[in-house]
């Protein structure tokens, strides 16, 4: 069963408008949220996290917002950039100060790309 | 400070043999993960090592082992190599904070 999903394959953004890349989950138990992204021939690169007792969280220019009750994430970049183009995957962990922690789920990933 | 090496990039094996795959951990870091990601998919998890030890395990097959040694590299083995363990392996390693350090991963084509 996917627990984490991503429903958007892909995602075509004009450089300088937002980026709204959606995440689904299905498992209360998640608390704690990240986002990486992906160039290709390179491991996933950590972006930006949420717990679960935050609705939002912003680093630059990225920002993430949690749902709980619609166990929905979103991550906005704004503006967009043509470098922001890769892979981008939300994941979710269950245990937020255990060892444990690095059991993450991921979703399948989203394709983002920017153009000029 | 080092990041996550993993070796070799790429790998060629016969349907049946073994394999096994190797990960030098950040510095200073105690965790280590691997992560099996197939093709257009996002990465699962296989198994967690802490201190040497198995931290935890993904639906995996047995087939699928692993080491952590003192200094905290990692190794993961794969016994009787089927077509679907074609795939990226990455690991990851963290010292107790969230945001784990990814290695490029290794690339396993089974023939």
């Known amino acids: 069963d996917q627990q984490v999903k991503q429903n958007s394959p892909s995602l075509s953004v004009q450089e300088g408008r937002i980026s709204i890349l959606n995440c689904d989950y299905t498992?209360?138990?998640?608390?704690?949220f990240l986002w990486y992204k992906k160039y290709p021939a390179e491991g996933p690169t950590f972006l930006i996290s949420?717990?679960?007792?935050?609705d939002k969280n912003e680093d630059g220019r990225f920002t993430v917002f949690l749902n709980k009750s619609a166990k929905h994430l979103s991550l906005h970049i704004v503006p967009s950039q043509p470098g922001d183009s890769a892979v981008y995957f939300c994941?979710?962990?269950?245990?937020?100060?255990?060892?444990?922690?690095?059991?993450?789920?991921f979703g399948q990933g989203t394709i983002l790309t920017v153009h000029p | 400070e080092t990041g996550v090496t993993q070796s070799p990039t790429h790998l060629i094996k016969t349907r049946g043999q073994q394999v096994t795959l190797r990960c030098s951990s950040q510095?200073?870091?105690?965790?280590v993960s691997w992560y099996q990601q197939a093709l257009g998919q996002g990465p699962q998890f296989i198994f967690q090592?802490?201190?040497?030890?198995?931290?935890g395990r993904g639906n995996f097959p047995p087939r699928f082992s692993g080491l952590q040694f003192p200094n905290y590299s990692s190794e993961l083995n794969v016994n009787a190599l089927e077509l679907d363990d074609s795939a990226l392996y990455l690991c990851?390693?963290?010292?107790?904070?969230?945001?784990?350090?990814f290695g490029s991963g290794t690339r396993l084509t089974v023939v």
């Open positions: 498992n209360s138990m998640f608390d704690y």
């Open positions: 090592y802490y201190r040497e030890e198995e931290n």
């Open positions: 994941a979710a962990s269950a245990d937020s100060g255990g060892t444990s922690y690095g059991k993450l789920t």
């Open positions: 949420i717990s679960s007792i935050k």
């Open positions: 990851a390693s963290s010292n107790a904070a969230y945001g784990y350090t």
């Open positions: 510095s200073g870091h105690n965790t």
